[in-house]
């Protein structure tokens, strides 16, 4: 975790101060701030190696500054902080594009658990990039992995990096059907059993940018009561 750069939003200063201590002992560079307004600001300004996003804060809220930097910054690991008991909030951040979340109260040392297996996943995907990063093309579905970019007939789809992840997933392997916990495993990660459905809320998303009938698809379709795939052969067609 050395030099790493970590902002932490967070209006609880005890918790604030107690990962800032353990992330500064790792080696990390850490700023806090208490306050959406503040958080959203230095979150799009600042070039981050990670941000801890309390859900609940005052002025913008946690999931405020997630949508705001899936929509507009490079792709940066997030991790949300959440005291609510309800699922709806993990799971709405889940689908903003959170790469993982901790229940209030946490064990900081889980915390700092999950913080590592991030880092590791992030520098195992930029040494695998430059050496794999590819074009697949399947029908007229174009994949720049590189460029991190998706055509459709020569069209230009505009996706998030999670919507663009789980596309690229099923590109790799056309044809098989994943099951949901698959995908999530695959796309997600670890951490979210029980959440299968916020990969449907994704394929769905992905659908309306994609299929020509979302109702009606025809390249990521269902397998009913297995999962979904994506069908080359029809898109190929």
């Known amino acids: 975790m050395e030099n790493k750069k970590i902002l932490i939003v967070e209006d609880q200063d005890d918790i604030a101060g107690l990962l800032t201590l353990h992330f500064t002992d790792l080696g990390a560079e850490v700023t806090h701030v208490s306050d959406g307004h503040e958080g959203l600001r230095l979150s799009s300004s600042v070039e981050w190696d990670l941000l801890i996003l309390d859900i609940q804060l005052p002025g913008p809220s946690g999931l405020e500054i997630c949508r705001n ?25 889940l689908d903003l594009g959170a790469d993982d979340y901790v229940t209030k109260p946490f064990s900081v040392m889980e915390l700092i658990s999950r913080v590592k297996a991030i880092f590791r996943r992030v520098s195992a995907m930029q040494k695998v990039i430059p050496q794999t990063a590819s074009i697949i093309r399947i029908g007229d579905l174009c994949i720049d992995e ?11 789809i505009d996706l998030t990096a999670r919507e663009f992840d789980l596309l690229l997933h099923f590109a790799n392997q056309p044809g098989r059907v994943f099951r949901r916990s698959e995908l999530l495993d695959g796309v997600w990660g670890y951490g979210h059993d029980g959440y ?29 009561g297995v999962g979904y795939k994506l069908d080359s052969q029809r898109l190929a067609s």
Do not use: C, F, M
């Open 196 to 224: 299968e459905h916020t990969v449907n809320s994704h394929i769905n998303r992905l659908r309306s940018k994609i299929e020509e009938d979302p109702n009606n698809p025809n390249i990521i379709v269902t397998v009913w």
């Open 146 to 156: 590189e460029l991190h970019q998706v055509t459709l007939a020569e069209k230009v």
């Open 69 to 93: 930097v899936r929509r507009n910054v490079g792709y940066v690991p997030i991790l949300l902080l959440t005291s609510r008991s309800s699922e709806l909030d993990r799971v709405l951040g």
